[in-house]
């Protein structure tokens, strides 16, 4: 792959992006907020969206009073003080308890990552004081991304590619970073075993995240709190687009030497 003469990465956090509301048409509305931000898409542009923009356009929010814990989200809401409730939605997002303490269940999500409390998320849902609402990833990201992506190129007439990021933790640092949850018309991994270093050693293990580099880049501008900032544009992205999948990116169970 030769970089020589790349552009320049830049990425724009859009301005003016409206509360998100179920059934909300996020295509039209990325459209219009990318004209008021006078940016002309490009073929080879990327669209980054927060997760929580997502699923809120996708009906994700649950009112934790209309869920009934199970015995065993009961027994595990004691053990880590959790509300029983909450745990129970964790137990269905998840296909497996990896670890738990209190405050704290780290799972393996029904869409094959591992992360806190099947990222369901109390932040930036509800109005302040109300506790009872929470809000779910996305059903199916990769979905979500392509339809996104399909409708914003139909009526601009480019090829972009559309990510989904969300916050997550990781082991061994603290700290939280933006990692992609689903993805279209982007490279998940780039491959660059067998090509040449500066000394023309061949490169034997080098698979690089690229849409999660993306992602954390992205995330930077985003923030964390109040800025109200969720999607980022992207032009010069130094790989070419490709249609991507999540599921190039989960290590498998039994090349986990963790799990």
């Given at each position: 792959?030769?970089?020589?003469?790349?552009?320049?990465?830049?990425?724009?956090?859009?301005?003016?992006?409206?509360?998100?509301?179920?059934?909300?048409?996020?295509?039209?509305?990325?459209?219009?907020v990318?004209?008021?931000?006078?940016?002309?898409?490009?073929?080879?542009?990327?669209?980054?969206?927060?997760?929580?923009?997502?699923?809120?356009?996708?009906?994700?929010?649950?009112?934790?009073?209309?869920?009934?814990?199970?015995?065993?989200?009961?027994?595990?809401?004691?053990?880590?003080?959790?509300?029983?409730?909450e745990?129970?939605?964790?137990?269905?997002?998840?296909?497996?308890?990896?670890?738990?303490?209190?405050?704290?269940?780290?799972?393996?999500?029904?869409?094959?990552?591992?992360c806190?409390?099947?990222?369901?998320?109390?932040?930036?849902?509800?109005?302040?004081?109300?506790?009872?609402?929470?809000?779910l990833?996305?059903?199916?990201?990769?979905?979500?991304?392509?339809?996104?992506?399909?409708?914003?190129?139909?009526a601009?007439?480019?090829?972009?590619?559309?990510?989904?990021?969300?916050?997550?933790?990781?082991?061994?640092?603290?700290?939280?970073?933006?990692?992609?949850?689903?993805?279209?018309?982007?490279?998940?991994?780039?491959?660059?075993?067998?090509?040449?270093?500066?000394?023309?050693?061949?490169?034997?293990?080098?698979?690089?995240?690229?849409?999660?580099?993306?992602?954390?880049?992205?995330?930077?501008?985003?923030?964390?709190?109040?800025?109200?900032?969720?999607?980022?544009?992207?032009?010069g992205?130094?790989?070419?687009?490709?249609?991507?999948?999540?599921?190039?990116?989960?290590?498998e169970?039994?090349?986990?030497?963790?799990?």
């Amino acid at each position: 792959m030769n970089f020589e003469g790349r552009s320049p990465l830049t990425l724009t956090a859009l301005e003016g992006i409206p509360l998100i509301r179920q059934g909300n048409d996020l295509a039209q509305i990325l459209l219009r907020v990318l004209k008021q931000n006078n940016i002309d898409l490009n073929d080879g542009d990327v669209l980054v969206v927060a997760q929580k923009v997502i699923s809120k356009a996708e009906g994700r929010k649950v009112d934790l009073k209309t869920i009934i814990p199970s015995k065993q989200a009961e027994d595990l809401a004691a053990e880590t003080g959790k509300d029983p409730r909450e745990v129970e939605l964790i137990l269905q997002e998840s296909t497996e308890i990896l670890r738990s303490r209190p405050g704290l269940i780290i799972v393996e999500h029904h869409r094959g990552f591992v992360c806190a409390n099947a990222g369901i998320d109390h932040s930036n849902v509800a109005a302040e004081g109300d506790r009872d609402t929470v809000l779910l990833l996305p059903e199916n990201p990769d979905k979500s991304a392509q339809e996104l992506r399909q409708k914003i190129e139909k009526a601009e007439n480019v090829q972009i590619g559309v990510v989904i990021n969300d916050s997550h933790g990781r082991a061994w640092r603290n700290g939280t970073v933006g990692i992609s949850i689903g993805f279209s018309g982007v490279p998940g991994i780039v491959d660059l075993r067998g090509k040449p270093d500066l000394f023309d050693y061949q490169l034997r293990i080098t698979l690089i995240a690229a849409v999660d580099e993306l992602a954390a880049a992205a995330s930077l501008l985003m923030g964390q709190a109040d800025e109200g900032l969720p999607v980022v544009h992207v032009r010069g992205f130094p790989y070419p687009l490709r249609e991507g999948s999540f599921q190039e990116l989960p290590r498998e169970g039994s090349r986990d030497l963790f799990r």
